[in-house]
């Protein structure tokens, strides 16, 4: 795990209050619309990408859901999500790993990913991060990511991003059957607006 990186984000879960975060949802409807409309078991297994301390699991274990996964890099951001679902965290399976490096023998129905993928800026993380959605993503399952767009910001956090357009989304997962994308305009905590592409995906490799 890159060290520097991983301790920039353990940095930022201590020393930073979820309403200091520019990405921060009190709820997270947009990413929870896509979802519903996707129409997943109850018992689909679930990964949330880079979920930090976000709301979505909570959401998600309200609506029913049984199987979730939420992974970060930061230890720090899931023992935030942790201690704010007290009892409830106990039926949530957190990981703490670096995307890039992540393995596992689950398969799952769902990755989604808010925020995450912008981050990865060099040719080799954007492959070892497809490389990971293709082994893990069941034959028909679903990807929902969400990630700067063009007219987005450059760079967040302190760090670099690379900002995507919907050709250009599209092209990255040329062999998942694209469903939608669409333009969303995220406002701060502190009122800035940030544009976001979201995009909905389906695997459709019968290798999986």
């Given at each position: 795990m890159s060290l520097n990186v991983k301790e920039h984000w353990e940095n930022i879960y201590q020393t930073k209050n979820p309403i200091e975060m520019s990405w921060h949802q009190e709820k997270p409807n947009t990413s929870l619309g896509l979802i519903i409309e996707i129409g997943l078991n109850k018992d689909a297994?679930?990964?949330?990408?880079?979920?930090?301390?976000?709301?979505?699991?909570?959401?998600?274990?309200?609506?029913?859901?049984?199987n979730i996964s939420v992974l970060d890099i930061s230890s720090n951001a899931l023992e935030r999500a942790k201690k704010r679902l007290r009892d409830k965290a106990d039926s949530v399976k957190w990981i703490v790993s670096d995307i890039r490096e992540f393995e596992t023998k689950d398969k799952y129905d769902l990755w989604h990913d808010r925020a995450v993928l912008h981050f990865l800026t060099a040719d080799e993380d954007i492959n070892k991060y497809m490389s990971n959605i293709r082994l893990l993503l069941k034959y028909n399952g679903y990807l929902i990511v969400s990630i700067f767009s063009l007219n987005g910001p450059k760079r967040c956090s302190g760090l670099d991003i690379k900002q995507y357009s919907e050709d250009s989304i599209k092209k990255l997962f040329y062999d998942f059957e694209h469903i939608k994308s669409f333009e969303e305009k995220h406002l701060t905590p502190w009122g800035d607006s940030q544009i976001f592409i979201c995009s909905v995906f389906k695997n459709k490799d019968k290798k999986q």
């Open positions: 297994k679930i990964i949330d990408v880079g979920g930090g301390d976000s709301k979505l699991v909570d959401n998600l274990l309200d609506m029913g859901f049984t």
